[in-house]
């Protein structure tokens, strides 16, 4: 006798998928607005970001679905229904299942474009499924040229608002169907997918299986709609050639060391006096003293604004070599390297995105350095040090004010300076104009360090 009955993994399913596609229709709809609105922007950034996992997780869950359907044959439809109802029965079923892929393949190609289609510019952001574990970009998407990329976002965008309106008009038509056989035709067919509901037509004639082809025919035209859906809202979607490329800032070749810093230097060396004889710098070069960082006192930090919201950060792992005497300035010299890597704002999608290309590029250069190239006093225990910044390929002068204090042989230097991170090559390609994120970044500085012994 064949179940009458779907199982309990088959029921537990259902209703977990139906709940998730429940929640993501609103929930599109309000992000395609809010992203507009400066004062929804952060807002509807984190929950894009939920909008993803969710549909990873829909995405999943389909494909475990997929194998428990061919694996566990289903109960037999009702031996009383009428010959259209199946076929719309089965063509639904398809439409559903062809709808719970391609809403998420298409959703995930849209992210791996790198393209945000509401402002028509590139933005690349990554994905961490709900913050546990980075999914990677589809391969070969974010390697395309730039207009390629671009076509593939509207394209993959277009499919998706038409496949998600598509399961509204599915969704209202399967609940329709399913009260219909619940209240009017009292078949059973709801209390197959709700436990707690009596099934109906206990003692009616036992369900039948339909004719294999007829089936399968049905199942290809569900799916023929919805690839015909898709394919005309990714040709509607498609861009107006633009007119102009999009700007893009100069960047300055890097400038080849200056005389008295090395390219790659192994260890701190006493700046070269100008004014000085070589004999009287040599001299004035063994008073500056070599000092022993304590990293669990340190701290090197940033801060800056996302859609409006802001945030903060720091690097977890980064070193330094430092000689300082503030009775010997001309002797003394700093050198701070940084695992770009290791910079955390607690948000994991943004860690992941500014480990990418288009900012610190991590898998290409991953250490910053500051090196410095002078010292002069402000007065009291204010100071400026002079040096030189270099992430990735771009070098770029800075001027890090900062105090020292000393007391008992342990020194606390703490400074703080901006800088903008389009005349360092972050983030030029999607946000060269900080509508995002914010062009001028705060560095904070803490170090306190011991004499060497």
Not at 154 to 159: E, K, N, T, V
Not at 407 to 420: H, N, P
Request: a neutral charge.
């Amino acid at each position: 006798m064949a179940a009458r009955r779907y199982s309990a993994v088959a029921v537990a399913l259902h209703w977990v998928i139906a709940l998730c596609i429940l929640s993501m229709i609103p929930m599109g709809w309000w992000m395609t607005a809010a992203i507009e609105q400066p004062g929804s922007q952060a807002a509807a950034y984190r929950l894009f970001q939920l909008h993803k996992s969710i549909g990873f997780l829909i995405l999943a869950l389909t494909l475990v679905r997929i194998v428990w359907r061919l694996t566990h044959r289903p109960p037999a439809l009702p031996a009383g229904m009428k010959r259209w109802e199946a076929f719309a029965a089965h063509a639904t079923h398809a439409a559903f299942y062809a709808l719970m892929l391609g809403l998420p393949l298409t959703g995930w190609l849209y992210v791996s474009a790198g393209w945000a289609v509401s402002q028509d510019r590139a933005l690349e952001v990554a994905t961490r499924w709900f913050g546990l574990f980075p999914v990677p970009h589809l391969p070969g998407v974010a390697e395309l040229a730039t207009e390629a990329r671009r076509a593939v976002a509207f394209s993959a965008m277009g499919a998706h608002a038409a496949m998600a309106w598509g399961a509204v008009v599915l969704v209202i038509l399967h609940v329709g169907a399913a009260l219909k056989h619940q209240f009017l035709d009292r078949d059973g067919v709801l209390a197959r997918m709700v436990p707690s509901l009596r099934q109906g037509g206990e003692d009616s004639e036992e369900g039948v299986e339909p004719d294999a082809r007829a089936a399968w025919a049905e199942r290809g035209l569900g799916l023929a709609l919805i690839l015909v859906v898709a394919t005309a809202g990714a040709i509607a979607a498609q861009p107006a050639p633009r007119t102009e490329p999009t700007p893009r800032p100069e960047i300055a070749p890097v400038p080849a060391p200056e005389p008295d810093i090395p390219a790659e230097p192994t260890d701190v060396q006493a700046a070269e006096v100008e004014v000085a004889e070589p004999a009287a710098a040599a001299e004035a070069s063994q008073k500056a003293v070599d000092w022993t960082i304590d990293r669990e006192a340190s701290e090197i930090a940033f801060a800056g604004s996302q859609s409006g919201a802001a945030f903060n950060g720091r690097f977890e792992r980064w070193s330094g070599q430092i000689r300082f005497d503030p009775a010997d300035l001309a002797g003394s010299k700093a050198v701070i390297t940084v695992q770009t890597g290791s910079a955390r704002t607690g948000d994991s999608t943004q860690e992941a995105s500014i480990q990418g290309a288009e900012w610190f590029d991590v898998g290409q250069y991953p250490t910053a350095r500051f090196e410095t190239t002078g010292f002069r006093s402000l007065g009291g225990d204010r100071y400026q040090a002079t040096g030189r910044l270099r992430i990735k390929t771009t070098s770029l002068r800075v001027v890090l004010p900062f105090t020292y204090r000393e007391a008992g042989g342990v020194a606390t230097v703490e400074g703080r300076l901006q800088l903008d991170r389009t005349a360092l090559n972050l983030g030029l390609e999607s946000d060269a104009t900080g509508d995002w994120v914010s062009k001028m970044v705060d560095v904070r500085i803490k170090v306190r360090a011991r004499r060497a012994e």
